[in-house]
């Protein structure tokens, strides 16, 4: 009869097996990256500009993540594909990518997560500034917050869409996570650093909490944690990626009162993406300013039974209480019913505009 293995003849078996596999996948990828570089070259060749193509990938995300065989999750199956494709799209082109700065915000998380870790990210000090240099040139696309889901829409977006002829390219959801950090106790703090966004989807903690410290206002998150670094009785409401920046623990994680607590962002650049079946599309309409105005403007989604999955009204810079209206709706331009529907759009509305079709987020 066969001696029984021994438990550590088990483990290194078991470990010489992760081995050989990992050898495998560094030679599948390697053959990846040789794949991308010809169609690099390719696209060179025929004169192509484009080369990052975000319908291409949210189609191969989903596929890997409906073929996901376990016991990864398919999130994990994203964001693993993901940096692949980062990584070889850097092999094509090196993207640039700005975001609201500095380093350690959730636009920066946003940003790495859409794009990969392989973009060159370029923080920059406003969201107006994310529409200079992606409109200069200076950086392919930008990123950009749209909305979130217990503060609503970031306005300064909306009215920006229309001050510059960007297109939107793709859309994430982030999950936003407040942490308390600080290098002194709960109860020694006298002073919470919070940009005013933060503030709000934090009040019912802070007041059960920290009563007694004074709220001081920062321009972002990152800076936030930078200004409770250099305070010795402060504390500040920021990331785990601006805690490991500046030197400071997380004393409490995850203070948002809404555990829900989600921001919606847009890429944003020159390009126009193609169907992939799943998609969304935005656009901005004005109406008559008379009676029934909306409702005929919302008519034509009806009949052709577009599903609009937001709806937000800003006010029209260039004439007093007249309004303009966000609609985001699912189809892309390219869709049949969704040419017919912006062709009736556009013989009834006093204005409107195509702010872009991109994949829906892919989560």
Known sequence: MAEAR????????????????DDRILALLG????????????????????????DREAKIL???????????????????FREI?????ALEESLQV???????????MAAQRHFGHSARLLPVPSIAEIFRQTDAGNAQFGVVPVENSTEGSVHQTLDLLLDYPLQICGELELRIVHNLLSAIPLQDIRRVHV????????????????????????????????????????????????????????????????????????????????PTGNDKTSIVLGGAHRAG???????????????ITRIESRPARWARWQYLFFLDFLG?????????????????????RVLGSYPKGVQ
Request: charged share 20%; aromatic share 6%.
């Open 85 to 89: 494709m980062s990584a070889g799209l």
């Open 62 to 80: 989903r596929r890997v993540m409906a073929a996901n065989p376990g016991p990864f999750t398919d999130e994990q199956i994203a964001w693993i």
């Open 195 to 274: 940009h005013y966004q933060t503030r709000a989807q934090c009040r019912q903690w802070l007041a059960q909490n920290l009563p007694q410290a004074e709220l001081c206002d920062a321009p972002s998150n990152a800076e936030a944690a930078r200004r409770a670094a250099q305070d010795s009785q402060g504390a500040a409401i920021s990331t785990q990626t601006a805690a490991e920046i500046v030197g400071l623990p997380v004393l409490v994680q995850g203070i948002e009162d809404n555990p829900e607590n989600s921001t919606r962002f847009w890429a944003i650049g020159k390009i126009a993406t193609r």
């Open 98 to 108: 700005a975001y609201l700065g500095p380093e350690g915000t959730f636009s920066q």
């Open 6 to 21: 021994k438990p550590q003849q088990v483990l290194e078996q078991l470990r010489a097996e992760i081995d050989a596999i």
């Open 332 to 352: 892309h331009q390219q869709d049949p019913q969704v040419q017919s529907t912006l062709a009736e759009l556009q013989d009834n509305a006093a204005f409107l």
């Open 31 to 54: 053959e990846r990256g040789r794949l991308t570089q010809q169609v690099g070259e390719w696209k060179r060749q025929v004169g192509s500009t484009q080369f990052y193509h975000p």
């Open 293 to 307: 105005a909306l409702h005929s403007l919302l008519t034509p989604f009806a009949k052709a039974g577009i599903s």
